[in-house]
């Protein structure tokens, strides 16, 4: 039986980067370029007359701005978008904007000068393109205040934990780890958003293009009640603060003492990435033990589901995003096929299963949830 191509639309002013990217996308097993655009409004007119399955889009063009175009495509048309954005200050901005407004995912624009690396990016490319494809776009609903988000939590004040100045045993702090790629910048803004400061640290691996990581970590810093930043070689882990691996580089978390670190390497790609989830889920089982707690959200492809499944052995609260809510259900997929989840939750409550999760690793032998109760005290 023959199986129709994804038809692909091509939007970008430069000409040079139409060709380009339709000689990459054109030349792909069941791809099929059948225009391109080179502003919103012929864009438009091209989509009316052609239905294609997915666009590649630029976001700064002439007459009106790719945001704009995107707005209003998510509005009255909704399609799989694929960002083609530069590595700009104001390109990584725009383009984390454009996934929030419902785009499916981002990729660089190849770097045609020095014509080097163009077979990785065209794998890239065309990988992402035939992901998008399989998506099922939905609308855009604007969430309510982070506060609002939080009113349901467990928070930290209701439990029992250490008095002031009481020292809690070493080596026993808790961890939160989080994995995410194909539509995880808003999976993961929808978990930070419902964590109260108090939160244990986060460590982070989203699959991003280099030069984005640092953008989408001030923009979480801004958008959530924690402090974000770009991991750095040596970050301590602190309460209340998430950590987000740079885009190229593998994050691990170590040990120096009773403290946790960030370390990053340059190491070769695992499972085709740079950061890797299952790298720095594999870290946590050789340093943090049952005192960490971890989730794997949407995503395309198997990473993170071995490491999810190495900590679940070792008694980690493991929690992996169910498929209703996800972009993609490959990553959280395959950890649940390998039996890698204590829990297959919707995304809206799997921040406050981690918190929870977390505290009660927190909390002094005995005097957890169960003394808690036995105090005649109730969680709300």
């Given at each position: 039986?023959?199986?129709?191509?994804?038809?692909?639309?091509?939007?970008?002013?430069?000409?040079?980067?139409?060709?380009?990217?339709?000689?990459?996308?054109?030349?792909?097993?069941?791809?099929?370029?059948?225009?391109?655009?080179?502003?919103?409004?012929?864009?438009?007119?091209?989509?009316?007359?052609?239905?294609?399955?997915?666009?590649?889009?630029?976001?700064?063009m002439p007459r009106m701005d790719g945001l704009t175009f995107l707005r209003n495509l998510m509005r009255l048309r909704p399609l799989p978008v694929v960002m083609v954005s530069s590595l700009t200050v104001h390109g990584a901005e725009a383009t984390l904007q454009a996934?929030?407004?419902?785009?499916?995912?981002?990729?660089?624009?190849?770097?045609?000068?020095?014509?080097?690396?163009?077979?990785?990016?065209?794998?890239?490319?065309?990988?992402?393109?035939?992901?998008?494809?399989?998506?099922?776009?939905?609308?855009?609903?604007?969430?309510?205040?982070?506060?609002?988000?939080?009113?349901?939590?467990?928070?930290?004040?209701?439990?029992?934990?250490?008095?002031?100045?009481?020292?809690?045993?070493?080596?026993?702090?808790?961890?939160?780890?989080?994995?995410?790629?194909?539509?995880?910048?808003?999976?993961?803004?929808?978990?930070?958003?419902?964590?109260?400061?108090?939160?244990?640290?986060?460590?982070?691996?989203?699959?991003?293009?280099?030069?984005?990581?640092?953008?989408?970590?001030?923009?979480?810093?801004?958008?959530?009640?924690?402090?974000?930043?770009?991991?750095?070689?040596?970050?301590?882990?602190?309460?209340?603060?998430?950590?987000?691996?740079?885009?190229?580089?593998?994050?691990?978390?170590?040990?120096?003492?009773?403290?946790?670190?960030?370390?990053?390497?340059?190491?070769?790609?695992?499972?085709?990435?740079?950061?890797?989830?299952?790298?720095?889920?594999?870290?946590?089982?050789?340093?943090?033990?049952?005192?960490?707690?971890?989730?794997?959200?949407?995503?395309?492809?198997?990473?993170?589901?071995?490491?999810?499944?190495?900590?679940?052995?070792?008694?980690?609260?493991?929690?992996?995003?169910?498929?209703?809510?996800?972009?993609?259900?490959?990553?959280?997929?395959?950890?649940?096929?390998?039996?890698?989840?204590?829990?297959?939750?919707?995304?809206?409550?799997?921040?406050?299963?981690?918190?929870?999760?977390?505290?009660?690793?927190?909390?002094?032998?005995?005097?957890?949830?169960?003394?808690?109760?036995?105090?005649?005290?109730?969680?709300?």
């Amino acid at each position: 039986m023959m199986v129709e191509p994804i038809r692909v639309l091509v939007v970008d002013d430069s000409a040079l980067m139409r060709k380009v990217l339709s000689e990459i996308l054109g030349a792909a097993a069941g791809l099929e370029v059948v225009a391109t655009a080179q502003d919103p409004y012929v864009a438009r007119e091209r989509i009316k007359a052609l239905d294609p399955d997915v666009l590649t889009l630029d976001v700064e063009m002439p007459r009106m701005d790719g945001l704009t175009f995107l707005r209003n495509l998510m509005r009255l048309r909704p399609l799989p978008v694929v960002m083609v954005s530069s590595l700009t200050v104001h390109g990584a901005e725009a383009t984390l904007q454009a996934l929030e407004l419902g785009a499916v995912d981002v990729v660089r624009k190849p770097d045609l000068e020095c014509g080097q690396g163009l077979e990785e990016y065209a794998e890239e490319l065309i990988e992402k393109v035939r992901t998008a494809a399989a998506v099922r776009v939905r609308r855009r609903v604007a969430h309510a205040a982070p506060e609002s988000a939080r009113s349901g939590l467990r928070s930290s004040a209701n439990l029992v934990l250490p008095r002031r100045g009481e020292p809690r045993p070493r080596g026993r702090e808790a961890v939160i780890a989080i994995g995410a790629s194909t539509g995880g910048t808003e999976a993961i803004k929808e978990i930070l958003m419902r964590l109260p400061p108090d939160t244990p640290g986060l460590v982070i691996v989203q699959h991003i293009p280099p030069g984005f990581s640092a953008a989408f970590a001030a923009r979480m810093n801004r958008q959530t009640g924690l402090v974000v930043k770009e991991a750095a070689e040596g970050d301590r882990l602190l309460p209340g603060h998430a950590y987000i691996a740079p885009g190229d580089r593998h994050l691990f978390l170590a040990r120096d003492g009773a403290r946790y670190v960030c370390r990053l390497s340059d190491g070769e790609p695992v499972n085709r990435h740079r950061p890797s989830v299952d790298a720095l889920f594999r870290s946590l089982a050789q340093v943090s033990g049952t005192n960490a707690c971890a989730a794997i959200l949407t995503g395309m492809g198997v990473d993170g589901a071995r490491g999810l499944k190495e900590l679940h052995d070792l008694g980690v609260h493991t929690i992996a995003q169910d498929e209703a809510t996800s972009v993609v259900w490959g990553m959280p997929g395959e950890a649940v096929r390998r039996g890698a989840a204590a829990a297959v939750l919707p995304l809206p409550e799997i921040g406050p299963a981690l918190y929870e999760a977390a505290v009660k690793r927190n909390a002094p032998s005995g005097r957890g949830l169960d003394a808690l109760q036995m105090r005649g005290r109730r969680l709300p």
